[in-house]
């Protein structure tokens, strides 16, 4: 997994209340167990018409944010079905942060196996950060995980909490498979002691 640590990018402001995870990656394209080439289809309802033509007015769809790394967003984000490949398609597409007031739990969980930190701010704050990435001429922002930090175009600095563990795999960059992978000597060295005690399992 990729590791995580600052990041400065275009935020794309997506004031939308309860977006879902078959808005984020819609039904039919989850036949795949590929975590590439979802990018492609990220919001596809909201991004393409019938006929695959873009929509103009779709954030993603418009100047500066078709580089989007960083999502600002309404609250209750990834709400819905359990699906892993919403976190896929943010990744795919280039998206490495979301900030929101809330998450849904399941696709907060998946979205620190995947390297994508999800942050929730106060409503004040996400009005703010909103704003800033409303503003065309300068939508960046710049977040730092060890400090746990954002800071504005302005200059002013948001605090958000995270979870020290969770911290640590992201800035690490640990999956599951990689935290098991760190064991490794412990794994190894208790399959030998079992193997001479138990020769028979």
Known sequence: MKKFDQLTGVAAPLNILNIDTDMIIPKQFLKTIKRSGLGANLFDEMRFTQDGEEIADFVLN???????????????FGCGSSREH????LLDFGIRCVISTSFAD??????????ILPITVSADDRDALMADAADVEN???????????????????VSFEIDPFRKQCLLEGLDDIGL???????????????????PWL
């Open 62 to 76: 418009r100047e500066p944010y078709r580089g989007a790394e960083i999502i600002v967003a309404g609250d209750n």
């Open 86 to 89: 919403a976190p896929w398609a």
């Open 106 to 115: 399941i696709f907060y969980n998946n979205c620190f196996k995947n390297g």
């Open 139 to 157: 939508p960046e922002l710049s977040i730092d995980l060890e400090t746990q930090t954002i800071r504005r175009p302005n200059g002013v600095e």
């Open 180 to 198: 098991t992978l760190e064991k490794g000597g412990s794994i190894d060295s208790f399959e030998a002691t079992r193997a001479e005690e138990k």
